[in-house]
Structure formats: C-alpha cells, structure tokens
T-cell receptor, first 109, second 115 residues
Framework: GIQVEQSPPDLILQEGANSTLRCNFS?????LQWFHQNPWGQLINLFY???GTKQNGRLSATTVATERYSLLYISSSQTTDSGVYFC???????????FGRGTSLIVHP | KAGVTQTPRYLIKTRGQQVTLSCSPI?????VSWYQQTPGQGLQFLFE???????NKGNFPGRFSGRQFSNSRSEMNVSTLELGDSALYLC??????????????FGPGTRLTVL
C-alpha cells in the first residue's frame, strides 16, 4: 500500500513563529487532506487539497502531486494551533485514506 | 449543516463485555467510516459503510463489526472486549459524490477504556 511520511514528528514554537509541515507519499494520489487533531481528540478538517494551493487565514497548503508531497504552512502561530497535524491520502478509486503518523506541534506563549 | 455526531463520548467497560458505539453522519452523506486510534498504532481504518452495505474493511478481527441504517446512521460493535481495545474510536462521513467525493469529516470520537 501507499506509504505516507510526515515531518518533522515534533515541533515546538514560540507564539508568532511560522512553520512548515511536510507530507511525502509514495504513489500517485487522487485525494489528500490535512487535519488538525485538537487536545480533545477531534480531527478538524483544514484542507482538501489533492493538488494546487489553498489558503485559509493563517494557514495555507500546497500539494505537488507530480513530486508526491504536500506542505502545510502555519504563519503567526498561536497557542490554539497546538495539537497533532495529520496528512491523509487516497489512491485510485479508494475512499479509504491512509494517514501519516502526524506532526505534534506545541506553541508556547 | 450539523456535523458528525458520536455517542457516547466516553465509555468504560471490563474485559469480556461488549460495546456499541453510534455515529450520525452529516446530512446527505451516505458513507460512514470507522477508525481506531491508539498511541502505538496511530489511526487505523476499521470499515466503511455506504448505502447500508459494508464496502471496505480493514485488518481487524471479527469481534469488530458494524452496520448502517437506512438513514445513514451507523453503529459499531465490539464483542468480548480486550484490554488492547482501549482507544479513541472515530467516525467519519463522506459525500461519496461530487467534486469532494473523497473528503472525510470526522466526529468528536468515543474514548473507550477497557479495564
């Protein structure tokens, strides 16, 4: 099956800093999502981005499908950005995504 | 639109018991998937239901089962609970049609503790 690698595994920032999270995948994908898991466990949809670039406030994402990676940018980080960020990808006609192991982000005030 | 809802949010059971978890998808979504999340294994796919039929299944023992009703609500059942079944169980719904057919929306999860 497809392999999904996220980096870095852990990230500690001061409030106001910027960061880039990376998701590499081993095969062509036709769907890709970024999620933020909050401290209570809920997975919040950030982006559905099988290709191209999207922005939502302080967050933006870029997927370069031909090179098999996606990037999530967080600018001017806030303590509420803390949590785990997951990348999930799907291939072919499968509705079942494969999740990476996540990037754990801690933002200190 | 209301989001995905899951009940109960927390559950404590003892080994050998069985448990049923419930998930109501976003209105209009006909696909419901279930995942198990543990610190050691991460997020693992359990199964997916679409139009009351199981369409995909992950690599879990037969103690894990599910069903979907005509209103798309889904239940997941775990029989003969083991300590290792302690986990966060997440449900996701998906439209399975349109431009964002593959996009998944998750509920808040049910945290199951097996003693």
């Amino acid at each position: 099956g497809i392999q999904v690698e996220q980096s870095p595994p852990d990230l500690i920032l001061q409030e106001g800093a910027n960061s880039t999270l990376r998701c590499n995948f081993s095969d062509s994908v036709n769907n890709l999502q970024w999620f933020h898991q909050n401290p209570w466990g809920q997975l919040i949809n950030l982006f559905y981005i099988p290709s191209g670039t999207k922005q939502n406030g302080r967050l933006s994402a870029t997927t370069v499908a031909t090179e098999r990676y996606s990037l999530l940018y967080i600018s001017s980080s806030q303590t509420t950005d803390s949590g785990v960020y997951f990348c999930a990808v799907g291939t072919g006609g499968s509705y079942i995504p494969t999740f990476g192991r996540g990037t754990s982000l801690i933002v200190h005030p | 639109k209301a989001g995905v809802t899951q009940t109960p949010r927390y559950l404590i059971k003892t080994r050998g018991q069985q448990v049923t978890l419930s998930c109501s998808p976003i209105s209009g979504h006909r696909s419901v998937s279930w995942y198990q999340q543990t610190p050691g294994q991460g997020l693992q796919f359990l199964f997916e239901y679409f139009s009351e039929t199981q369409r995909n299944k992950g690599n879990f023992p037969g103690r894990f089962s599910g069903r979907q009703f005509s209103n798309s609500r889904s239940e997941m059942n775990v029989s003969t609970l083991e300590l290792g079944d302690s986990a966060l169980y997440l449900c996701a719904s998906s439209p399975r049609q349109g431009l964002s057919a593959f996009e998944q929306f998750f509920g808040p999860g049910t945290r199951l503790t097996v003693l």
